[in-house]
């Protein structure tokens, strides 16, 4: 059975059972690889992804729930503010769990654009590090609103223009 | 004329390591592996200076079959190993380039021959010694396909293992019709198809639909001291200084313990496996050690090893023997029905945790005794624990999961551990690094136990460090004396002292303190000959007990990456304060029963320490690894910190809320 769903702007056919979770049809139908497999279940964030702008774990969404709603991945995000930050900070060891945190990240920042070290921390509390990166992480986003901020106006820059495209798709 | 560093003497050859291309770059392969801790980095580094050429010159060739045998990427020695083998490999070819530009010369200069060890090292390099951004992060950052769970070969199938409900069942029967291939061997039982989503509802139904045998093997969880000190045991008798203790001397005795610990990576285990023919297979593998893997399957198959081909891809992140190797062998047993076909096999979320091997549980006496100017006397010291190495092909035995689950099955002994030049396992840092007298320090290793451990960052030193530091508290505090200042008086090593004293300066020890919040310390040197790392902890005990942050000196000699250092250390202290703090392994008499986050916790982002770390230079000396200096330290800290905050000492990890609640109501 089809089900049609956007996919990072564009409408996607998916020939799969409805209730298959979205995360299989991102990495085997569509070759999206960067929503990641930690659990199953939606407790490790590994799979995160926006539906609608929101952060949604992938791996226990099923495809019928998506119908008429916009889904951006990693790779409809990238390259986003929050990954720069996270590359000159060096904020991760394996990197497994990172696509996940910067899916959630984009959307607080998104919603409040300077949170507090609190604000992050509380946002990112459904993700699990198992490398111990998680300072570095916290730092990078703070480091993102920043300057995020601070592109706001000037807002000429690369990077600002480039976010704009990849979540202008939600709208 | 100088030796050759150790893993260039097994493998002296050059064209083994390096291939310089006509376009000037340079491929640099290795057999150590990526885990995370960003060790190609590192070695892009040296070799790059040694060359004489930037860093974008030189591209790191992951681990295979065309590249050298390191072994195993483990106990901290890939920078000492396979750094100083680059190093040496790489001045070689600069040597026989003689001046000559790389991209000009490259067909004419012959690598194929053997290193000369005395070749001139270049002293200046451009890159060791700096904060280079790792090579592999960009991919991982943008989400591009890098890990091995992104692999997608050309007709790649997908395939699960239905792994048996409790240790030792076996396989009645299975009666589940599907259009899907099943294998079946013995009790070992998977499944493949086309579609990843629908072999992981075959596999349910399979699960759902088969009957098995099973029986209680397992300890009581409540009483693993015990189960430990039955055996029966091996004796390893580390140190034995022969004198008795002082009679007149007081006596202090402590137990210290902690359970078993699971590596519980982010992302479950991989393996991809495709047979080229009858007697010759390809593997695709997260393991430690490429070579070591494919010798073990291949003795598990009667296969010749050269023809069993593995090639290292990246996971997520690898604290020891996990279940990477376990999926290989999956793999490979699940391809075999599908010729031709490579065949990816990803294992649960509920198997990662509770079938991959565990780290040991383990538990310590300590007996000391103290002379009347408080200094510590005599030092009796007894730790029983399970081995802490299980890996493939270890004590003559395949060491892969699946092998023990066969029609033929193979025999899984009990774990063994490295040898004293490996650094130990259950005695890995057991024999305290400071000036004590009258030493008697004996291992327990457990010879016959129905629980896979093997190991796990630090191995025996996170246990052997918490219970010598928490008991050099213990004691400190019995002589009067300040847990800083004792250490020191019993410490004469310049660069022990060194490490204490700047991560006390720099957390303020002795400053005072908010009423329920405490400092503790703890200190050591990993495997007793590698990096020095001090901790000191700092610990707030209200209605919860919070590790709020941990101050950190380090010196591992000669540092190649800063912030690769600063990273690793972060990290180990990060994941030792969770195992101090939160994890265990849960199990009933017959099945592991901590099998996803919620059962087997973890640190949160709100719940990690902030960290702060302080590379203490020692330039002239050897380097020595990061990943794994920081953990036992960093438990004894914690533990040292709840007592000072409240005044109660945990002695068995891990220090939950509850215990620490516990410990409080045992006082009153």
Redesign the interface.
């Known amino acids: 059975m089809t089900t049609t769903i956007t996919v990072n702007g564009e409408p996607r056919d998916i020939d799969?059972?409805p209730g298959?979770?979205l995360l299989?049809?991102l990495?085997?139908d569509l070759?999206l690889?960067?929503?990641?497999?930690?659990?199953?279940?939606g407790?490790?964030g590994?799979c995160m992804v926006h539906v609608d702008g929101t952060p949604v774990p992938s791996c226990d969404t099923p495809l019928w729930s998506l119908r008429g709603k916009s889904v951006v991945?990693?790779?409809g995000l990238?390259?986003h503010p929050v990954?720069e930050a996270?590359?000159d900070g060096?904020a991760?060891?394996?990197?497994?769990?990172?696509?996940g945190i910067?899916m959630t990240a984009a959307a607080l920042l998104e919603r409040d654009a300077e949170p507090s070290r609190e604000a992050v921390?509380?946002a990112?509390?459904r993700?699990?590090?198992?490398?111990?990166?998680?300072?570095?992480?916290?730092e990078a986003v703070l480091q993102a609103g920043r300057r995020d901020s601070d592109s706001d106006s000037d807002s000429d820059s690369d990077s600002d223009s480039d976010r704009s495209s990849g979540t202008g798709t939600e709208a | 004329m100088a030796a050759l560093p150790k893993d260039l003497a097994a493998n002296p050859i050059l064209s083994r390591w390096i291939t310089v291309h006509r376009d000037g770059t340079v491929d640099l392969r290795v057999g150590k592996v990526e885990?995370?801790?960003?060790i190609l980095t590192a070695l892009a580094q040296i070799a790059a200076d040694e060359l004489g050429v930037g860093l974008a010159s030189v591209r790191m060739r992951a681990a295979g079959p065309d590249g050298p045998d390191e072994g195993v990427t483990a106990g901290s020695m890939s920078v000492t190993d396979a750094g100083a083998a680059v190093r040496v490999a790489a001045a070689n070819v600069r040597a026989l380039f003689a001046g000559r530009p790389f991209a000009e010369h490259a067909d004419e200069v012959d690598l194929d021959v053997p290193a000369d060890p005395d070749v001139p090292l270049n002293a200046a390099g451009a890159l060791v010694g700096r904060d280079v951004?790792?090579l592999?992060?960009?991919d991982?950052?943008?989400?591009?396909?890098r890990?091995l769970?992104?692999m997608?070969l050309p007709g790649q199938l997908f395939g699960r293992v239905i792994r048996p409900p409790s240790r030792g069942a076996a396989l009645v029967s299975v009666d589940y019709p599907t259009d899907l291939t099943v294998v079946r061997d013995g009790s070992f039982l998977g499944v493949i198809g086309p579609?990843?989503?629908?072999v992981?509802r075959a596999a349910e139904a399979l699960r759902a639909a088969s009957v098995w045998r099973e029986h209680d093997s397992l300890p009581d969880e409540n009483d693993l001291g015990k189960f430990l000190r039955d055996g029966p045991h091996e004796i390893l008798a580390v140190a034995d200084d022969g004198e008795t203790p002082p009679p007149d001397d007081a006596t202090l005795t402590a137990i210290y313990s902690r359970p078993f610990l699971a590596h519980?990576?982010?992302?479950?285990s991989c393996g991809i496996a495709r047979w080229t023919a009858d007697d010759h297979v390809e593997v695709w593998s997260h393991s430690q050690g490429v070579y070591p893997l494919g010798r073990a399957i291949a003795g598990a198959l009667g296969l010749d090893p050269g023809n069993v081909e593995v090639r290292h891809v990246?996971?997520?992140?690898?604290?020891g023997h996990n279940a990477a190797d376990d999926a290989a062998f999956d793999a490979v047993l699940l391809a075999r029905a599908v010729p031709g076909v490579p065949v990816q096999v990803?294992w649960?979320?509920q198997d990662e945790l509770s079938w991959a091997p565990f780290a040991s549980a383990m538990t310590a006496d300590v007996i000391a005794t103290l002379g009347a100017d408080g200094r510590i006397s005599s030092w009796r010291y007894d730790v029983f624990s399970q081995g802490h190495l299980a890996r493939p092909g270890y004590a003559g035995v395949p060491g892969l999961l699946a092998a023990t689950t066969l029609a033929a099955p193979a025999d899984y002994p009990a774990a063994v551990d490295p040898s004293a030049a490996s650094g130990h396992g259950t005695m890995r840092n057991a024999v305290p690094g400071y000036d004590v007298p009258r030493r008697r320090i004996t291992g327990h290793r457990l010879l016959e136990t129905p629980i896979r451990s093997s190991a796990m960052r630090a191995l025996g030193a996170f246990l052997n460090v918490f219970a010598i530091e928490s008991f050099l508290d213990e004691a400190a505090e019995r002589a009067g004396r300040d847990a800083l200042a004792y250490r020191l008086e019993h410490l004469t090593d310049p660069r022990g002292r060194r490490v204490l004293e700047t991560a006390a300066e720099a957390a303020g020890w002795g400053r005072s303190l908010p009423e329920g919040t405490g400092l503790g310390i703890g200190y050591a040197r990993y495997k007793g000959r590698g990096g020095y790392c001090a901790v000191v902890a700092r610990v707030a005990a209200d209605a919860d007990v919070r590790v709020e942050r941990l101050t950190i000196a380090v010196d591992v000699g000669r540092v190649i990456n800063p912030?690769g250092v600063r990273?690793?250390i972060?990290?180990?202290?990060?994941?030792a304060t969770?195992w101090t703090v939160r994890e265990r392994v849960r199990f009933d008499r017959r099945q592991v029963t901590s099998v996803?986050?919620?059962s087997y916790p973890?640190?949160?982002?709100?719940e990690?320490p902030?960290?702060d770390v302080t590379l203490v230079e020692s330039p002239g000396d050897p380097s020595a690894g990061a990943g794994e200096a920081a953990q036992g330290p960093t438990a004894a800290a914690v533990g040292n910190a709840v007592a000072a905050a409240i005044g109660v000492r945990v002695r068995d990890l891990p220090i939950t809320t509850d215990a620490v609640v516990a410990a409080i109501d045992r006082m009153a």
């Not at chain 2, 579609?195 to 629908?198: F, K, R, S, T, Y």
Request: charged letters at 20%; proline letters at 5%.
């Open positions: 799969a059972d298959t979770p299989y049809a990495r085997n070759g690889l960067g929503a990641r497999f930690g659990c199953g279940v407790v490790c590994a991945t990693v790779e990238s390259p990954q996270f590359l060096q991760a060891q394996c990197g497994y769990c990172v696509t910067v921390m509380s990112l509390d993700h699990l590090c198992r490398c111990g990166a998680q300072q570095r992480m916290v | 885990l995370g801790q960003g951004p790792r592999d992060l960009p991982k950052v943008y989400g591009r396909p890990y769970q992104d997608r579609d990843e989503a629908v992981v519980a990576s982010i992302a479950p990246e996971g997520a992140g690898c604290y990803l649960s979320r912030d990273n690793q972060e990290g180990g202290a990060v994941q969770s996803d986050w919620l973890i640190l949160r982002f709100s990690v902030s960290v």
